[in-house]
């Protein structure tokens, strides 16, 4: 998830802190404030229904082989990402995998 400055699109130099639901966000260039919804939304409608699904971490093993090394949790849209959801939902309990495999 990208985090960057409302107002002047500042990507790094944020500050935040956890309160009752949300993260109250300061920008130290500009000082802008504002506050972050915990909750995951969707980049492209803003949607607030989200999944969250294990994707696979690979790594290459010998040769060809790729091994499954861990997983991270990646938020999924019900309607913008129904078809990875739709695929994960086939390939239970296994991980998700990633859409560009390592080379």
Do not use: F
Not at 38 to 48: D, I, K, S
């Amino acid at each position: 998830m990208d985090i960057v400055c409302p107002s002047c699109g500042e990507p790094e130099d944020l500050r935040g802190s956890r309160r009752e639901g949300a993260i109250a966000m300061s920008c130290n260039r500009c000082g802008h404030r504002w506050e972050r919804n915990l909750a995951p939304t969707c980049p492209a409608c803003g949607g607030t229904e989200m999944r969250t699904v294990p994707l696979a971490i690979l790594e290459k093993g010998r040769g060809t082989q790729l091994s499954v090394v861990g997983t991270r949790p990646v938020h999924l849209c019900v309607d913008c990402d129904r078809d990875t959801l739709e695929r994960w939902q086939r390939n239970r309990p296994n991980p998700l995998m990633p859409d560009e495999l390592p080379t």
